[in-house]
């Protein structure tokens, strides 16, 4: 328990106050990672650059967004600004600042967060083309309600209550709450799965082998590569955060609870420290190994400082830095104070040097970030072009790695790290990058060498951990049984071009597939149709078992796919891809809590020969399915062009009237494996049935509607644009008794 404090006695205008933590400052702040916009900033090691521990939460503003589009939210509400995100910020920093100075303390109110490297295009006009594909914001801010600094130096820790905040007693409640709480000391097990990269390593090689021809034929004097590792992953963000840094303690430790997203930064290197009108920045270039015993680790620490390779990568990039430094400082006041400087961690050694200067009257903090933004270490020289370069090359966006994690003020001051080391956890993945500067005499397997030295820290900390709870899914594809990452079909194909192809859907309990026969009758009939050639002859149960039995699932109810691909000319000698896939099914949530299914009639009429079979031309149902969502809605029913009934966006439709079963009738509409099972089945039952076109209205009157498809069996429909059917639930429940 820490030691209870005063709260009530309040210094310096009733917002700061010294306070006793009476645990260690990690134990502190793992009270808060919990909770949405926490961000915490620890310094490990022993650098000069490491003294003090930084805790922001309960923001009472949030800065966050993508491109051109910003959104700052108070407890006011959302301001939406289309505008560039550097002229966004200049405009908060000016609404809140605080005139007076505070020399004693690095940060008192302001904003905690990152830049996204992908900002680079809101400075420069720059080609994008490498793939967007994670979508994290670009820039993500918070501005704390509570700011705790503790200091390492002096071991005095200072809590700080914004005065910019609104609502300053019920901040000081809720931190009070939990600061005086009984700390649990269990921490979360972590796991993750298999990392796999956005290049091969000869892929690699090839992009570094790229950017010395582009140096030789004089585009550039030096880029900077990296590569992705990206990887399943669960578990405890914060418990992360704390092994890697009791593991490798480095100056510039960051989590950030983004809600969604979570960011664990563990950067060496410092982009930019501004004290008033002082600013400073500390690039780092060269990194070897440590070594495994006292005479290795010389050896390699000597190599690195007598290298004129990194001497010379180094020497560049703080010529870099300097111009970019010019833009903004006085005349006269730029300088390496130390050049060359050798700096150890547990994994690696780096050379450091540190670079300062005198900020120019008439510049602010925008402008000094918009001047050195991204940061040359981790871009090359000259800048412009290797950022185009990097474009090109890396296959993925890079979004936080080589952006800033840090503090921007209110009171004039400013540090950030270099994104580097730097993980996101989204989505239950795992992701991060490594990379490294490339001149001239490069060796491409020592620059490859180097990324994967870098990334050590990380992956080791899953090396000691128990075996991944998240297995490696598996699947068949012509023939072959594999990761279903090792997969792939021809982008050039008529089925990835065209939707050119067909699939089955079918409910696998317990390695059991129900109604194969007709599930594989349904498939030969589509493949005659469309591909004009005899189906295959494959034993369908057999394959279907291999792949559920790779996954785990034998004891499980499955959804397995047969799909069917069309390829192009010359595409191969079968000219089609076969997959089968398979996953665990569970019943949808809406059937547990409302014993149904909403309908939402859509808007989009439906008339196409395609219907009549499971085509992968799907995107029509499935935007369908998302309209209902957005509606509130399980289903959308789908109408065909005269306003009749024709089917659900996943499902057929049966309709009850007493002893009769009424089938909607559609020109081209798809003849359902489980509602011909039902079909018989009712027959059985003493149902008579007709087939006839049907009006949405005309449901209100029947006794019940019945969706039916072969993972869900047989369901009712409960309402229809928010208003009440009568249900079936009882036929269902004794149709899927007798069916499933």
């Given at each position: 328990?820490?030691?209870?404090?005063?709260?009530?006695?309040?210094?310096?205008n009733?917002?700061?106050?010294?306070?006793?933590?009476?645990?260690?400052?990690?134990?502190?702040?793992?009270?808060?990672?919990?909770?949405?916009?926490?961000?915490?900033?620890?310094?490990?090691?022993?650098?000069?650059?490491a003294?003090?521990?930084?805790?922001?939460?309960?923001?009472?503003l949030?800065?966050?967004?993508y491109?051109?589009?910003?959104y700052?939210?108070?407890?006011?509400?959302?301001?939406?600004?289309?505008?560039?995100p550097f002229?966004?910020?200049?405009l908060?920093?000016?609404?809140?600042?605080?005139?007076?100075?505070?020399n004693?303390i690095?940060?008192?109110?302001?904003?905690m967060?990152?830049?996204?490297?992908?900002?680079?295009?809101s400075?420069?006009?720059l080609?994008?083309?490498?793939?967007?594909?994670?979508q994290?914001?670009?820039?993500?801010?918070?501005a704390?309600?509570?700011?705790?600094?503790?200091?390492?130096?002096?071991?005095?820790?200072?809590?700080?209550?914004?005065?910019?905040?609104?609502?300053?007693?019920k901040?000081?409640?809720?931190?009070?709450?939990?600061?005086?709480?009984r700390?649990?000391?269990?921490?979360?097990?972590?796991?993750a799965?298999?990392f796999?990269?956005?290049?091969?390593?000869?892929?690699?090689?090839?992009?570094?082998?790229?950017?010395?021809?582009?140096?030789?034929?004089?585009d550039?004097?030096?880029?900077?590569l990296?590569?992705?590792?990206?990887?399943?992953?669960?578990?405890?963000?914060?418990?992360?955060f704390?092994?890697?840094?009791?593991n490798?303690?480095a100056?510039?430790?960051?989590?950030?609870?983004?809600?969604?997203?979570?960011?664990?930064?563990?950067?060496?290197?410092?982009?930019?420290?501004?004290?008033?009108?002082?600013?400073?920045?500390?690039?780092?270039?060269?990194?070897?190994?440590r070594?495994?015993t006292?005479?290795e680790?010389?050896?390699?620490?000597?190599?690195?400082?007598?290298?004129?390779?990194d001497?010379?990568?180094?020497?560049?990039?703080?010529?870099?830095?300097?111009?970019d430094?010019?833009?903004?400082?006085?005349?006269g006041?730029?300088?390496?104070?130390?050049?060359?400087?050798?700096?150890?961690y547990?994994?690696?050694?780096?050379?450091?040097?540190?670079?300062?200067?005198?900020?120019?009257?008439?510049?602010?903090?925008?402008?000094?970030?918009?001047?050195?933004?991204?940061g040359?270490?981790?871009?090359?020289?000259?800048?412009?072009?290797?950022?185009?370069?990097?474009?090109?090359?890396?296959?993925?966006?890079r979004h936080?790695?080589t952006?800033s994690?840090?503090?921007?003020?209110?009171?004039?001051?400013?540090?950030?790290?270099?994104?580097?080391?730097?993980?996101?956890l989204?989505?239950?993945?795992?992701v991060?990058?490594?990379?490294?500067?490339?001149?001239?005499?490069?060796?491409?397997?020592?620059?490859?060498?180097?990324t994967?030295?870098?990334?050590?820290?990380?992956?080791?900390?899953?090396?000691?951990?128990?075996?991944?709870?998240?297995?490696k899914?598996f699947?068949?594809?012509?023939?072959?049984l594999?990761?279903?990452?090792?997969?792939?079909?021809?982008?050039?194909s008529?089925?990835?071009?065209?939707?050119?192809?067909?699939?089955?859907?079918?409910?696998?309990?317990?390695g059991?597939?129900?109604?194969?026969?007709?599930?594989?009758?349904?498939?030969?009939?589509?493949w005659?149709?469309?591909?004009?050639?005899?189906p295959p002859?494959?034993?369908?149960?057999?394959?279907?078992?291999?792949?559920?039995?790779?996954?785990?699932?034998?004891?499980?109810?499955?959804?397995?796919?047969?799909?069917?691909?069309?390829?192009?000319?010359?595409?191969s000698m079968?000219?089609?891809?076969?997959?089968?896939?398979?996953k665990?099914?569970?019943?949808?949530p809406?059937?547990?809590?409302?014993?149904?299914?909403?309908?939402?009639?859509?808007?989009?009429?439906?008339?196409?020969?395609?219907?009549?079979?499971?085509?992968?031309?799907?995107?029509?149902?499935?935007?369908?399915?998302?309209?209902a969502?957005?509606?509130?809605?399980?289903?959308?029913?789908?109408?065909?062009?005269?306003?009749?009934?024709?089917?659900?966006?996943?499902?057929?439709?049966?309709?009850?009237?007493?002893?009769?079963?009424?089938?909607?009738?559609?020109?081209?509409?798809?003849?359902?494996?489980?509602?011909?099972?039902?079909?018989?089945?009712?027959?059985?039952?003493?149902?008579?049935f007709?087939?006839?076109?049907?009006?949405?209205?005309?449901?209100?009157?029947?006794?019940g509607?019945?969706?039916?498809?072969?993972?869900?069996?047989?369901?009712?429909?409960?309402?229809?644009?928010?208003?009440?059917?009568?249900?079936?639930?009882?036929l269902?429940e004794?149709?899927?008794?007798?069916?499933?």
């Amino acid at each position: 328990m820490p030691a209870k404090k005063d709260f009530e006695k309040k210094t310096e205008n009733n917002y700061r106050q010294k306070i006793v933590l009476g645990e260690p400052f990690m134990d502190f702040v793992s009270r808060f990672a919990h909770l949405a916009g926490t961000v915490v900033f620890m310094s490990g090691g022993d650098h000069d650059c490491a003294r003090y521990h930084i805790l922001g939460i309960l923001p009472w503003l949030t800065v966050s967004g993508y491109n051109q589009n910003l959104y700052l939210t108070t407890s006011e509400g959302t301001i939406h600004y289309n505008s560039n995100p550097f002229d966004v910020l200049r405009l908060i920093l000016n609404k809140y600042k605080m005139n007076d100075a505070y020399n004693d303390i690095p940060f008192m109110s302001g904003l905690m967060g990152y830049l996204s490297y992908d900002l680079k295009d809101s400075l420069e006009k720059l080609p994008r083309t490498s793939l967007n594909d994670i979508q994290m914001p670009d820039v993500l801010f918070y501005a704390p309600s509570i700011t705790v600094v503790h200091d390492r130096l002096t071991d005095e820790t200072d809590l700080i209550i914004s005065p910019q905040n609104k609502d300053k007693d019920k901040a000081l409640h809720t931190f009070r709450q939990i600061f005086e709480g009984r700390l649990s000391k269990k921490r979360n097990e972590m796991h993750a799965g298999n990392f796999t990269s956005c290049f091969s390593k000869d892929s690699y090689i090839e992009a570094v082998n790229k950017i010395k021809e582009y140096i030789k034929a004089g585009d550039v004097y030096q880029v900077n590569l990296s590569q992705r590792f990206i990887a399943d992953f669960s578990g405890d963000a914060f418990a992360l955060f704390a092994t890697l840094y009791e593991n490798n303690p480095a100056a510039f430790f960051s989590y950030i609870n983004g809600d969604t997203l979570q960011i664990i930064s563990t950067s060496p290197e410092r982009f930019i420290l501004q004290q008033g009108t002082k600013i400073e920045t500390r690039p780092i270039k060269g990194t070897r190994p440590r070594g495994a015993t006292p005479s290795e680790d010389e050896k390699l620490k000597s190599d690195l400082l007598e290298s004129s390779k990194d001497d010379a990568e180094l020497s560049m990039i703080v010529d870099l830095l300097r111009n970019d430094f010019g833009k903004v400082c006085k005349a006269g006041s730029v300088e390496v104070v130390e050049h060359k400087r050798i700096e150890a961690y547990r994994n690696v050694y780096h050379l450091v040097s540190v670079v300062e200067g005198i900020l120019k009257d008439d510049k602010d903090q925008v402008d000094l970030i918009k001047a050195i933004f991204p940061g040359g270490s981790i871009t090359g020289c000259p800048k412009i072009r290797a950022m185009e370069i990097i474009d090109e090359l890396e296959p993925c966006r890079r979004h936080i790695y080589t952006g800033s994690i840090g503090y921007i003020s209110f009171h004039n001051t400013m540090d950030f790290s270099i994104a580097i080391r730097t993980i996101s956890l989204l989505n239950n993945k795992i992701v991060y990058s490594v990379g490294g500067g490339i001149v001239l005499d490069s060796n491409p397997e020592d620059e490859y060498d180097e990324t994967l030295h870098k990334g050590r820290t990380i992956m080791d900390t899953f090396e000691t951990t128990k075996e991944a709870a998240i297995e490696k899914s598996f699947i068949w594809h012509n023939g072959i049984l594999k990761p279903d990452d090792n997969s792939c079909v021809c982008a050039c194909s008529e089925g990835f071009m065209y939707g050119y192809g067909f699939f089955e859907t079918i409910r696998v309990n317990k390695g059991n597939p129900a109604f194969l026969n007709e599930h594989i009758r349904r498939f030969n009939n589509a493949w005659e149709y469309f591909f004009k050639d005899t189906p295959p002859d494959l034993t369908w149960e057999d394959i279907i078992k291999q792949v559920i039995a790779a996954n785990g699932l034998l004891n499980e109810t499955v959804s397995a796919k047969i799909i069917a691909a069309k390829g192009g000319e010359n595409y191969s000698m079968a000219n089609y891809d076969l997959l089968v896939i398979a996953k665990a099914y569970s019943k949808r949530p809406q059937l547990k809590s409302n014993k149904g299914l909403n309908l939402a009639l859509y808007t989009e009429p439906r008339q196409t020969p395609l219907a009549s079979y499971k085509t992968l031309n799907y995107l029509y149902y499935l935007l369908a399915g998302q309209w209902a969502k957005e509606k509130g809605a399980d289903e959308a029913l789908i109408i065909n062009p005269d306003g009749s009934i024709s089917e659900t966006n996943t499902a057929n439709i049966l309709i009850v009237y007493g002893n009769k079963i009424i089938r909607p009738v559609s020109t081209h509409v798809l003849c359902g494996i489980m509602e011909t099972a039902v079909k018989k089945l009712l027959l059985k039952w003493g149902y008579q049935f007709e087939d006839k076109k049907f009006l949405p209205d005309d449901l209100f009157a029947a006794d019940g509607v019945i969706l039916t498809n072969s993972l869900m069996g047989a369901v009712p429909a409960i309402g229809l644009d928010g208003k009440k059917l009568n249900s079936s639930f009882d036929l269902c429940e004794k149709i899927n008794n007798e069916l499933l």
